[in-house]
């Protein structure tokens, strides 16, 4: 059973810091991860993805991925109020013995910012 | 701009109904997805479609059953409603192959069974 774990929380941050989101993996064979956000009531957006090693920014956020760890964080630089949501975790995963590929998600992890 | 509907944002229906709840998406995606969520429970895959009438259980299609006869529609069947299938649900697609190949979301039906 693949599987993607990441800390409920309610991981509390002040408005201003840095927010650093966790997730491990444990198929060794993923490639590509993806941070969706998601608020309450409303479905899952994509706000990151990354596939190599290493760091990749888009603003103030950065995804960060350690395949050898097994191990993908998303930081969101200058937290803002309206960055408070449950942000899920997303790896890609074979269905169907190769028919067909998605993604298997961690639960998510509720982050809240405070003013 | 690609985009993902649903036919319904909220939904209340009987104990023993039959409930179809459609999805529909532009952007010509081989893979579609049907989740349903619940607190403290993540999404949960319910069926998933990699072909027009293609159709794979996911990890809780106990009660439901799924219909894809054109490539852009694929549509989530609650044979007999029941009580703990109130949920939010929802429908995903996702090109196949090639990357980034990212899921993308329909807004959600919010199904409450009375």
């Known amino acids: 059973q693949k599987e993607v774990e990441q800390n409920s929380g309610p991981l509390s941050v002040p408005e201003g810091a840095i927010a650093s989101l966790n997730c491990t993996y444990s198929d060794r064979g993923s490639q590509s991860f993806f941070w969706y956000r998601q608020y309450s009531g409303k479905s899952p957006e994509l706000i990151m993805f990354i596939y190599s090693n290493g760091d990749k920014e888009d603003g103030r956020f950065t995804a960060q991925l350690n395949k050898a760890s097994q191990y993908v964080s998303l930081l969101i630089r200058d937290s803002q109020p309206s960055d408070s949501a449950t942000y899920l975790c997303?790896?890609?995963?074979?269905?169907?013995?190769?028919?067909?590929?998605?993604?298997?998600f961690g639960k998510g992890t509720h982050l809240i910012i405070q003013p | 701009d690609v985009k993902v509907t649903q036919s319904s944002r909220y939904l209340v229906k009987r104990t023993g109904e039959k409930v179809f709840l459609e999805c529909v998406q532009d952007?010509?995606?081989?893979?579609m997805f049907w989740y349903r969520q619940d607190p403290g429970l993540g999404l949960r895959l319910i069926y998933f479609s990699y072909d027009v009438k293609m159709k794979e259980k996911g990890d809780i299609p106990e009660g439901y059953s799924v219909s894809r006869e054109k490539k852009e529609r694929f549509s989530l069947i609650l044979e007999s409603a029941s009580t703990n299938q109130t949920s939010m649900y929802l429908c995903?697609?996702?090109?196949?192959?090639?990357?980034?190949?990212?899921?993308?979301f329909g807004p959600g039906t919010r199904l409450t069974v009375l």
């Open positions: 997303a790896v890609n995963a074979m269905y169907s013995g190769g028919g067909a590929d998605g993604l298997t």
């Open positions: 995903a697609s996702r090109t196949s192959g090639r990357l980034p190949n990212e899921q993308f």
């Open positions: 952007m010509d995606h081989e893979n």
